[in-house]
């Protein structure tokens, strides 16, 4: 099975969130492109994509690293066996949590993943640790960006500690700058559009022009 066939397949997988075994049949062997699949993995093959797409796009269009936004989502993953958890919201069903850390515009930096049940805060700092591509400049210059599940001493410590400077804030208190501060400008919800939309759903595609674009570079 050629390697370009096999990761089309591939694709249609994680675009559509469909099961291997309800891949169509002009993929080839569900069963083949799943076991490639596995294989390619363990190779480090997706990462070294990852990075490889990072640092085109970087020389393109430029990674937008001095505000980034962090987030975690719960999805179900009722045939997993690792870094899974009981779901709070889903009767305790298997489930997986995902911290992923995204540059100014959504474009994924890191992912680090947990059971359902573990706390956003637990996953911050290999979050943080995890980036696929090393951040230029000098320390200090970045912004991190996160909800109010990131409150209490221990997460704003680690961010600093990791030189980003932290934006971390209830609803309210950015309805408040949003009204009293001329020119203010919204940051954290392109990690909300790409988290909730990395399971295939095409939310994730409904987002800005360059945000697609910088998605592309994943995807081709």
């Not at 083949?32 to 970087?58: I, N, S, T």
């Not at 309805?175 to 759903?201: C, D, M, Q």
């Amino acid at each position: 099975m050629p390697p370009r066939q096999i990761f089309s397949a591939i694709v249609y997988v994680l675009r559509t969130g469909c099961q291997w075994k309800a891949l169509p049949r002009e993929f080839g062997s569900a069963s083949a492109v799943h076991l490639h699949f596995q294989k390619w993995q363990q190779a480090g093959f997706f990462l070294r994509l990852w990075q490889a797409g990072l640092a085109e796009y970087d020389e393109m269009e430029a990674i937008a690293w001095n505000w980034q936004s962090i987030d975690g989502a719960m999805h179900k993953a009722p045939l997993a066996t690792e870094c899974v958890g009981p779901n709070p919201t889903d009767r305790r069903k298997n489930g997986r949590k995902r911290s992923l850390l995204v540059d100014g515009i959504g474009v994924p930096l890191s992912i680090v993943g947990g059971g359902a049940n573990t706390h956003d805060v637990k996953l911050l700092e290999a979050t943080l640790d995890q980036l696929v591509m090393e951040m230029p400049g000098r320390a200090g210059q970045y912004n991190l960006c996160a909800d109010a599940g990131y409150k209490g001493a221990p997460a704003p410590n680690a961010v600093v500690e990791r030189d980003y400077k932290p934006h971390i804030k209830q609803r309210r208190e950015k309805a408040r700058e949003k009204l009293t501060i001329p020119g203010f400008k919204a940051r954290r919800w392109v990690v909300g559009g790409r988290i909730h939309g990395s399971t295939g759903s095409a939310n994730c595609w409904s987002a800005s022009k360059r945000q697609r674009q910088a998605t592309s570079h994943f995807s081709h």
